[in-house]
Nanobody, 121 residues
Framework: QVQLVESGGGLVQPGGSLRLSCAASGTIFRINLMGWYRQAPEKQRELVATITNGGSTNYADSVKGRFTISSDNAKNTVYLQMTSLKPEDTAVYYC???????????????WGQGTQVTVSS
């Protein structure tokens, strides 16, 4: 009943920029938190950035100062503006959302299918 759809990935040169978007749809009472994770080949999935319903943000040390996470609560959408991209940023980027579907139900995590970001010269 909840779906996350990412967009905005692609191929970019080192130092370039990309903007990722993720829209949540379906039965949603409240989104507690949305964020981005990434996973490079043969590596563990890692946190990139998160943003709470109230707008508090958290970033991995490796992306601080380069990436900016933001959200449009009215549209149930989260964005990741990526600048000064490095080859080590290459990964599949996954949208994640902690969503409460109804007022009396517990919240749970949902994942998008991922979007590929490749940084290469």
């Amino acid at each position: 009943q909840v779906q996350l759809v990412e967009s905005g990935g692609g191929l970019v040169q080192p130092g370039g920029s990309l903007r990722l978007s993720c829209a949540a749809s379906g039965t949603i009472f409240r989104i507690n938190l949305m964020g981005w994770y990434r996973q490079a080949p043969e590596k563990q999935r890692e946190l990139v950035a998160t943003i709470t319903n109230g707008g508090s943000t958290n970033y991995a040390d490796s992306v601080k100062g380069r990436f900016t996470i933001s959200s449009d609560n009215a549209k149930n959408t989260v964005y990741l503006q990526m600048t000064s991209l490095k080859p080590e940023d290459t990964a599949v980027y996954y949208c994640n959302a902690n969503i409460k579907m109804e007022v009396y139900y517990s919240a749970r995590n949902y994942w998008g299918q991922g979007t590929q970001v490749t940084v290469s010269s």
